[in-house]
């Protein structure tokens, strides 16, 4: 395939800033001809992009689903997926829950603390977002003035050790990567490089995955140093994962997560995505 290839990109129906036909037409300005939409635990944009595509490009239908593994937040992302199917969509409407229920008392924490002098700031996140995220409630503080950018959001009021840090048990890896595969989906692990997680712990993760019918590793990412992609590479050879490629794109204005820019992948790596274009 000549054009370029994302196989991980987020529309405003989760964290990221474009409808999804924006998000469709970017990609075609930019070369994109094979593009997945992989909203976190929703398939909501996913009929939009479609129609949006045409005959432009061709639109993998996706979802990044959250999951835990050992108490650690891991993301899987779902490729070739069946939006429709009702075991999918009932497992996706439980993590919808979670989401607001988390967000919810994020929010009342925040709003106990003397900064905020009883403001919610979760409270138009909650009105307002499709699937409400802890990066919607940064942004929220942003426009509030309550930090300074969204890092320092998490750094002052989100993220572990403060005031707002609410920790979530998610549904773990196997029941993640069999509702996938159940709604005919590879599945894929996100962005492994961005787990805190020691060199040992990451190989086990894999392993896990793996045995639990996990089809592929996503080795080609922006902005990856060279010992990363060398570690990725490694772990997916190793454990016999076919390796997947995506900028993981949220919004326009972001040098380091443009649609269709990566390394190519590693040498003696399956590519996954030639299964989407039978």
Not at 8 to 24: I, Q
Not at 144 to 172: E, I, M, Y
Request: aromatic share 4%; hydrophobic share 40%.
């Amino acid at each position: 395939m000549d054009k370029l290839i994302d196989l991980h990109s987020h529309s405003h129906y989760s964290d990221g800033t474009l409808p999804p036909a924006e998000l469709v037409a970017l990609a075609v300005t930019r070369g994109v001809g094979l593009l997945a939409l992989t909203d976190h635990d929703t398939t909501a944009g996913v009929a939009e992009a479609r129609d949006a595509a045409g005959e432009s490009l061709r639109l993998v239908p996706g979802v990044e689903i959250t999951c835990g593994w050992r108490g650690q937040e891991i993301h899987v992302v779902g490729l070739g997926i069946d939006a429709a199917d009702e075991p999918l969509q009932k497992h996706l409407a439980a993590l919808l829950d979670l989401r607001r229920a988390r967000i919810a008392t994020i929010g009342a924490k925040l709003a106990r603390q003397r900064h905020f002098a009883g403001r919610d700031p979760a409270t138009a996140v909650l009105a307002d977002a499709h699937v409400p995220t802890r990066t919607h409630l940064a942004r929220a503080l942003v426009a509030g003035g309550d930090a300074r950018s969204t890092q320092d959001a998490f750094d002052r009021w989100l993220g572990r050790g403060t005031a707002g840090h609410v920790p979530q048990q998610w549904p773990g890896i196997e029941s993640t990567v069999e509702v996938i595969r159940g709604a005919g989906g590879h599945a894929v692990l996100a962005h492994p490089h961005r787990y805190k997680l020691s060199s040992g712990a990451l190989g086990n993760l894999c392993a896990e995955f793996r045995t639990a019918g996990g089809a592929a590793l996503e080795v080609s990412l922006p902005a990856l140093s060279p010992n990363d992609a060398s570690r990725l590479a490694r772990l997916a050879r190793l454990h016999d994962l076919a390796g997947s490629a995506g900028s993981d794109f949220h919004e326009p204005g972001l040098p380091w997560r443009p649609l269709g820019r990566f390394a190519k992948l590693p040498e003696g790596i399956e590519p996954l995505w030639p299964r989407f274009l039978v």
